[in-house]
């Protein structure tokens, strides 16, 4: 060998060299400027902003109320104090959504069943309840009753609640549940409009939701009946019509448990082999010996509420034009029936504390330097309790281009209630979220685990699912249980949160235990997390043969 070639050799060499030391040092100086950026979060700004947004003066932020437009100019303010731009509607910050509020008629509704030509006029909020109709202010229907188990029609898992029987023309009888697949296929197909849509696929002409005991423990009929209080909304589509609407079911209904175990009386089947059914996952479907007539009356009105939308420009000339999503959402349940006097639901774990997490992490991306190279939009949504509406419009009218989207991670209910030793992330299996959920979770030094509670589908629960379903790899990360400390329980902790204070009264800010040191803790995670899937220059992928991939993905663009 010649110098020549030894000199070029080591030309080369250096090259490499650099080339690693600029790579190391841009990745070590990315990591420095995540990491000093996202070291700027603290805990006292989160609690200002929860103790301002969950104050009694917005009055539990219900949708389209006053208390919520104050929290949605608070939003606003707070980005365009920080410098973010405004990505709403014609400049502004606001995406004004189109909303139909529905109140059910409980005088006017009624459920009437004829077994043997003999007619049981049910009594409202005591056996049966009703919801709003968003698209007819009166609508009835008076069919026979088949029981479909689930109500689910699943060909990729070779599972049918409607084989064998002949639905068209008929009233279904279903339960909330669905079977025992993987955490989010069962969320997704436990889902009510999934089950609409399905029962109108086999020709159904209404639907009575049966209460049964795995249902009773997450939403019990007594707490459905008292949520009657709280408007029930659909955003409206260019064409004024009601989202997830289906006109073909003209009339639904609820019943108490009391009136659901008469339901199967004569059927050969009695209603604790139904729920013992239901529980296995193996539900049999059956027509019942009773017609039902169901009438229902709704008062509606149109009304707007809306999204609030700020956006960080990326720093990399090509990787710009696609956008990272952070939401959150800034609605809560509003003014309700008082529960020991009090009857302002402020929500301030739910969610005041994700809307003050989405404050703090945009301000933290202010003062990153560089900056991530995609761009960022800070979306605070609205309708989050009345089913996800405002994210979902956004997810279908977003002021950005949709295929430009490349995730959304979405906050929920900070539950900031015992120190934060890992991280659940819902919907990462799905694509290639997943990796990067551990890299950031490895960088702060969490660990990351499965999801310890598939009953509670908390996949479709929020507002990550309004992505996924327009497309777009969705996490939705939460606190975990893990605990290092055996006097601490974290699983006890929120069972007994989720009891007493979820969709309270007694979730403000004077509930004992708010950990704010550890919100700030989890708002780090979802910075550098957010942070790492903007610098990445693979955008994400839906995994190979995923479902939710498969099944939405194609539907981007
Ligand atoms: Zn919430």
Redesign the pocket.
Known sequence: MTTAVKVALAAVLALVFVGAMVKSRTARADGDAADAAMATIRPEAIRADMRFLADDLLEGRGTATRGHEIAAKFMAAQFEQMGLEPAGDNGTYFQSVPFRSGRPDQEKSTLTLVRGGKEQKLVYRRDFITGANPGAADSYVEAPVVFVGDGVTAPEQGYDDYKGIDARGKIVALAFEAPHFESSLKAHYSSFEVKQANAVAHGAVGIILISDPILEGIYPYSMQTRDLVFPQFRWLDKQGKPNDYFPELKGGAVLSMAETKKLFEGSGHTAEEVFADIKAGTPKSFALPVTAKIHNVTKLEDVRSPNVVAKLEGSDPNLKSEYVVYTA?SDHLGIGEPVNGDKIYNGAL??AS?SALLVEIARAFTKRNPRPRRSLLFVSVTG??AGLLGSDYFAHYPTVAKDAIVANVNM??DDMLWPLEDIIAFGAEHSSLDAVVRKAAERVHLGVSPDPMPEEVVFIR?DQYSFVKQGIPAVFPVGGFTSGDPKIHPAEIFKKWEKERYHEPGDDMQQPGLLFDEAAKYGRFVFLFGDLIADDPQRPLWNKGDFFGDRYGKKKG
Request: aromatic residues 0%; negative net charge; charged residues 55%.
């Open positions: 959402h739910d969610n994700g989050e309790e929920d209910e929020s």
